[in-house]
């Protein structure tokens, strides 16, 4: 595989459960992210890991818990979620220091009923 | 704080016109400044991007983005529109002492190609 895959592609849960994002990078990378997208409304960030470490939460509710075990790997973790929260989750990765670009996979579709 | 507005949410185009898609940004310092592009069902891929010298930026699939500071603007612009240019379009912000890492986006401009 390559790129980055974000499983599963879509999901649909109740406000109590508790349901994981997955995300796996096949190039390399040492920072990746979690961004939310909504409808008509700009990206929003919400955490960073650099090297494992999480450098940056966007003042994101703690009913999302991210994890990232190793440099290829990042998780959501999600529970008590509110149906506001139903969105498009976006994973990207990126090489610290070349420039910016995000290489992003192709979200996962998350709604809360 | 950093911005981005697009101020176009669509945009329609015929195939085979030029385009061009406006992004105005707000920013204190240097900007840094890049245009993504989502398909349906796709995650973003970036088309472009501005850090320094030529203000004329040539990106990939054939798309160029002018940086004008005067005008706090860094349109995107193709000569000549696909169908499979059809997709969503975003412009962002990003600054150097966050290595780049906290990219402001625009909330997007949808372009939508008439045959």
């Known amino acids: 595989e390559t790129g980055v895959t974000q499983t599963p592609r879509h999901l649909v849960m109740g406000m109590t459960n508790k349901k994981s994002l997955k995300c796996e990078q096949h190039l390399g990378h040492n920072a990746m992210y979690w961004y939310k997208q909504s409808a008509k409304k700009p990206l929003e960030l919400m955490f960073v890991?650099?090297?494992?470490?999480?450098?940056e939460n966007n003042s994101v509710p703690s009913r999302f818990s991210p994890e990232c075990p190793n440099s290829s790997h990042l998780f959501l973790h999600l529970h008590t979620l509110q149906p506001e929260d139903s969105a498009l989750y976006l994973c990207a990765s990126s090489q610290v220091g070349t420039g910016g670009e995000l290489f992003f996979g192709e979200g996962s579709r998350l709604t809360v009923l | 704080a950093q911005s981005v507005t697009q101020p176009d949410i669509h945009i329609t185009v015929s195939e085979g016109a030029s385009l061009e898609l406006r992004c105005n940004y707000s920013?204190?310092?240097?900007?840094?400044l890049f245009w993504y592009v989502q398909s349906p069902g796709q995650g973003l891929q970036l088309l472009l991007k501005?850090?320094?010298?030529?203000?004329l930026v040539q990106g990939i699939k054939g798309f160029e983005a002018e940086f004008k500071r005067s005008q706090s603007s860094f349109n995107l612009r193709k000569p000549s529109v696909h169908w499979s240019d059809a997709a969503e379009y975003f412009c962002?912000?990003?600054?150097?002492?966050?290595?780049?890492?906290?990219?402001?986006f625009g909330t997007g401009t949808r372009l939508l190609v008439s045959p």
């Open positions: 890991y650099n090297f494992k470490e999480q450098t």
């Open positions: 920013y204190g310092a240097t900007p840094y």
């Open positions: 962002a912000v990003g600054a150097l002492n966050t290595g780049f890492q906290k990219l402001v």
């Open positions: 501005y850090f320094s010298g030529d203000t």
